[in-house]
């Protein structure tokens, strides 16, 4: 590709203020283009000689003016995160420098790198595998510990792995279903259809986990829309605070003050929830106010769109109607019912069984009280299914593998069906061979230009 016998160079570290700046540049003429821009301290050295994995420090210069002070590591290919020849030069960060810098580069004849250009030249260049160019897009902009933990298994190629295992024992049935079709005067022993569905069944079970495992994996890396949902004064706003730690919403004991959808993000144990606080849910009458109704019909759609929603209740008063209201639409969504204000309540038992149909679980709580996160954190956890989640394991991560994986699996549970259902053998090795072909999709070992261009078109410059 003609692209790649050209050399690019971007800012490496996000924009902004900072402590260092870092530009890259990638390419064949990386240290010739360097060599006009960069000049060492000690006259006697050169960046045409330096080795790789060196250093030498020294200043860049702009149309002839001495610039920044400024630090060049040497990579020489194939050793580099692309494979080619890469200069990682550091200045001083804040945009000037690096901006200068830049200029200098592209004046010397370097060009502008496309978004994920630096990775997908490491993809081009057999540097890492088309899963681990998505992990390290999954890196960059993981939040969180875990997140980061689950976004690097996948780095250490280890989601490869995990896909290679299932890839190996399809093909070995595939290779003997096709031996034994193809060639029936070689005396292949006949595969069992106890042995071909248990194989692949094996293999399916590995898939579903992998797929399972997928959204709670997102939600630790990117945490999780979450609705928070109720009647007025039903303590909405006392909860938000309890999970932001401090008055973030005005808590007033006069119906009706929370008009605007908050929006905030607070961590809850391993995972970030992305609050929407909403108006306070109530009935409209003939004179409703137009902001709450509004308000109102904003909380349903949030409500259909969240990956979370807290419905919160009144434990000390029965429930109204529209708290029934509330709870129906929270039927069938990622929904926990927390049944507030334990304090002033005699008894919670009635109002749990009306709202147990409606919900994953329900909780009773007093949001005053800071002890409450913890069983909260502990039931959002449960819900969300991170709780049983290793961050360790590998996982999918991005929606294309998600899709691919269930491709795979579809096909497989077809070939078991067509196998059970007494279609021959030739109709289960077609499925079969369907599934092979989604996990090599999956793992980019076939995959199309398009595909790739969708996993680089999300990139940042600079990666
Ligand atoms: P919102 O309208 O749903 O946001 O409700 P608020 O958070 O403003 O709470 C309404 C009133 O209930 C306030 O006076 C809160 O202090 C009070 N409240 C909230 N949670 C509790 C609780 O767990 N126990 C008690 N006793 N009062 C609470």
Redesign the pocket.
């Known amino acids: 590709m003609d692209r790649m016998h050209k050399t690019v160079c971007a800012l490496a570290t996000p924009p902004g203020a900072g402590g260092i700046a870092v530009v890259r540049v990638s390419g064949p003429e990386a240290y010739p283009i360097v060599s006009k821009v960069f000049v060492p301290m000690h006259r006697q050295k050169s960046v045409l000689d330096a080795r790789g994995y060196t250093a030498l420090f020294g200043h860049y210069t702009l149309r002839g003016a001495e610039m920044d002070e400024t630090v060049a590591l040497f990579f020489r290919a194939p050793h580099s995160y692309t494979g080619e020849d890469v200069i990682e030069l550091s200045v001083h960060g804040g945009t000037a420098m690096a901006d200068g810098l830049l200029e200098a580069l592209l004046l010397a004849g370097a060009e502008p790198a496309a978004p994920g250009e630096f990775t997908r030249r490491a993809l081009e260049h057999g540097r890492m595998s088309l899963t681990q160019a998505e992990a390290v897009m999954e890196v960059i902009s993981a939040n969180g510990r875990q997140g980061a933990a689950l976004a690097k298994s996948a780095l250490d190629g280890r989601l490869a792995k995990r896909i290679g295992g299932i890839q190996t024992a399809l093909q070995s049935v595939n290779a003997h279903l096709t031996a034994w079709v193809d060639y029936p005067e070689e005396d292949v022993p006949e595969l069992s259809d106890a042995q071909f569905t248990a194989a692949l069944q094996q293999q399916k079970t590995e898939l579903d986990s992998l797929i399972s495992g997928y959204g709670a994996g997102a939600v630790l890396r990117r945490g999780v829309d979450c609705v928070l949902l ?1 009647r ?7 909860l938000l605070n309890l999970l932001a730690g401090f008055d973030r919403a005005i ?3 006069v119906a009706g003050t ?1 008009r605007d959808i908050v929006e905030q993000a607070v961590q809850l144990g391993d995972i970030r929830l992305n609050l929407f606080d909403t108006a ?1 849910v109530r009935e409209v009458g003939a004179d409703g106010d137009a902001i709450e109704a509004e308000g109102i019909r904003r909380s349903w759609k949030k409500l259909e769109e969240a990956g979370l929603v807290l419905a ?1 209740f009144d434990a000390a008063q029965p429930l109204t109607d529209a708290d029934l209201e509330i709870a129906r639409r929270c039927q069938g969504r990622p929904a926990l019912a927390v049944l ?5 309540a005699d008894s919670t038992e009635a109002a749990k069984a009306q709202l147990q149909p409606y919900f994953k679980q329900v909780i009773t709580l ?3 009280d800071a002890a409450s996160l913890q069983p909260l954190t502990a039931a959002v956890a449960a819900l969300l299914g991170t709780a049983q989640l290793d961050p360790n394991a590998a996982q999918l991560c991005s929606a294309r593998q998600l899709a691919a994986a269930t491709r795979a699996r579809d096909a497989l549970t077809e070939a078991i069906c067509a196998k059970q259902n007494g279609f021959g053998l030739d109709a289960a090795a077609v499925c079969l061979t369907d599934a092979l072909q989604a996990l090599c999709d999956l793992t980019g070992e076939d995959a199309s230009d398009r595909t790739i261009d969708e996993v680089f078109e999300k990139f940042c410059v600079g990666k």
Request: hydrophobic letters at 25%; charged letters at 20%; one cysteine or more.
């Open positions: 109720g007025p004064n039903v303590g909405k706003s006392t808590v007033t004991p929370t306070g919160v507030n204000k334990q304090d002033l007093c949001a005053r």
